[in-house]
């Protein structure tokens, strides 16, 4: 099943643009991933922000976890074309390692 | 490090044959295995929970008769499609974990298997 809901499902911006998504999520959990998609490949991790963290870096992402609004969004700053891909986060309810997904952000740079 | 191989990558069959997908942890441990399942611009659905030298956990919905999970040892796990048919063309993929390791939760994944089923 799925507990997670992004928005936007879709976002085009221009290269160079921050890009913004948003997971939110129902239950309680032990932390939230963010992982990137391809087209039609297999996901790449991206960061992972346990629950007592409020904000994280690398690189140009910046992933924010609100606990109390059971929320996180994902912050790409500056743009570029080869971040094209589809943004999934994924929480993890407790310390094992089932995770259940969000629908998906499939965001496009426009060059 | 961290890397986690499939076979095949693609793979066309005839409806009603069995077909065969590997999941490798090439340099660490799995002691955990996960399944899932994607259709075209859909998320990930978790099929199946497997622990090494342990019977796979199946998720509700998913008949663990027809997909056979066998995760003999911390570096190896198959699925099985058994009889397949054209409902089953999907992509699957697999993620290991190793809870030894540092990493907490992280899950590595593999780059996924196309399916299709004629």
């Known amino acids: 099943s799925q507990q997670g809901e992004e928005d936007p499902q879709a976002l085009s911006i221009q290269e160079g643009e921050n890009a913004t998504m948003n997971c939110s999520y129902k239950?309680?959990?032990?932390?939230l991933q963010w992982y990137r998609q391809n087209s039609g490949r297999g996901l790449v991790h991206l960061i992972l922000?346990?629950?007592n963290e409020r904000e994280k870096h690398s690189g140009r992402l910046r992933v924010t976890l609100d606990t109390s609004k059971k929320s996180s969004s994902l912050l790409i700053t500056a743009s570029r074309a080869a971040d094209t891909a589809s943004y999934f986060c994924?929480?993890?309810?407790?310390?094992?390692?089932?995770?259940?997904w969000g629908a998906g952000t499939k965001l496009i740079i426009k060059p | 490090g961290a890397v986690v191989s499939q076979h095949p990558s693609w793979v066309i069959c005839k409806s009603g044959t069995s077909v065969k997908i590997e999941c490798r942890s090439l340099?660490?441990?799995?002691?955990?295995m996960f399944w899932y399942r994607q259709f075209p611009k859909q998320s990930l659905m978790l099929m199946a929970t497997s622990n090494e030298g342990s019977k796979a956990t199946y998720e509700q919905g998913v008949e663990k008769d027809k997909f056979l999970i066998n995760h003999a040892s911390l570096t190896l796990s198959t699925l099985t499609v058994t009889s397949a048919h054209p409902e089953d063309s999907s992509f699957y993929i697999c993620?290991?974990?190793?809870?030894?390791?540092?990493?907490?939760?992280?899950?590595?994944f593999g780059p996924g298997t196309r399916l299709t089923v004629l």
């Open positions: 994924a929480t993890a309810l407790d310390s094992n390692y089932q995770l259940i």
């Open positions: 993620s290991a974990g190793d809870r030894g390791l540092a990493w907490g939760n992280e899950q590595f």
């Open positions: 239950t309680s959990i032990n932390n």
């Open positions: 340099d660490f441990q799995a002691t955990t």
């Open positions: 922000i346990r629950s």
